[in-house]
């Protein structure tokens, strides 16, 4: 079973820098897909980021680009969003998903593809 677990979620002021963490587990194949997700309130959850696990393949969301850098510690299983220059619009509630059905990492990040989310960690930006 499939297992994902963030951390590193918190309180920033504009400008500031986070890194979320995912922690993976219980993969039975390398053919697939870690992805992050947010919500912020009232609105719906969006794709920001996208990491392949067989070929490192990475896609960013227009609105995060040059700004969010999405890695993976495959020793670790771990995969990072290092979030800089954040903005109040960037607060939410952040996900990380796992797809490993279509596998793709690229545009548009649709939730309904991804088997396993972890439980969600928050990222404030606020002054």
């Known amino acids: 079973q499939v297992q994902l677990v963030e951390s590193g979620g918190g309180l920033v002021q504009p400008g500031g820098s986070l890194r979320l963490s995912c922690a993976t587990s219980?993969?039975?194949?390398?053919?697939?897909?870690i992805s992050w997700f947010r919500q912020a309130p009232g609105k719906e959850r969006e794709g920001v980021s996208c990491i392949s696990n067989i070929d490192s393949t990475t896609y960013y969301e227009d609105s995060v680009k040059d700004r969010f850098t999405i890695s993976r510690d495959t020793a670790k299983n771990l995969v990072y969003l290092q979030m800089n220059s954040l903005r109040p619009e960037d607060t939410g509630v952040y996900y990380c998903a796992a797809d490993w059905v279509q596998a793709i990492c690229a545009a548009p990040l649709a939730p309904g593809f991804y088997g396993a989310w972890g439980q969600g960690t928050q990222v404030t930006v606020s002054s």
């Open positions: 219980g993969f039975i194949s390398d053919l697939y897909v």
